[in-house]
């Protein structure tokens, strides 16, 4: 069983939609990221927190720390939005998880 | 302009190469990074270098050989690789160490005949 573990792996969404992907951990973190990678391969960091709620546009990321578990929220969905979003721990090194594939359908 | 360039974007070479991949930052961190990203597998980090000293090499093959002259720059020298060594290499940089956010470049793209 892996360290992180997201779900779903795949996701289909029409535009507009709300989404909800989830992150669930096992160890004890200091950091948890999400990350954002599209076909061509590039990664974009979305967000670090190690506490509550951070939002950036469209996008919110929240994590429980007693639950273990982080959720990324992407409102209004948008076919860009289609790419692989990584979940990502920092303990004495940084785990990923092997990433959740959404796409948004206009 | 992603901050961290990679060349070559597309890597074809044959088992018995010699080839390097580079990797620039233009944002003036001290953490540079090297990761391998295989087909339906997490990132799996290879090396972490902070300000030029190797702090991490996660039992990495010795036909990987990471080089950091400084900051700014870091190469991954490759030789007589292996089939399923074909993968996606990301560069990435922060400011200080695994606890700050990455900038990742586009990665190199590498095809092992």
Redesign the interface.
Known sequence: K?E?EQSPQNLTAQEGEFITINCSYSVGI??L?W?QQHP??????LF?LSSGKKKHGRLIATINIQEKHSSLHITASHPRDSAVY?C?V?TD???????TRLQVFP | ETGVTQTPRHLVMGMTNKKSLKCEQHLGHNAMYWYKQSAKKPLELMFVYNFKEQTENNSVPSRFSPECPNSSHLFLHLHTLQPEDSALYLCASSQRGIHQPQHFGDGTRLSIL
Do not use: D, E, Y
């Open positions: 892996n992180v200091s950091a990221h990350l061509g391969g590039g990664i974009v960091s670090m990584i990502a920092t090194k940084l785990i990923f998880g092997t990433g």
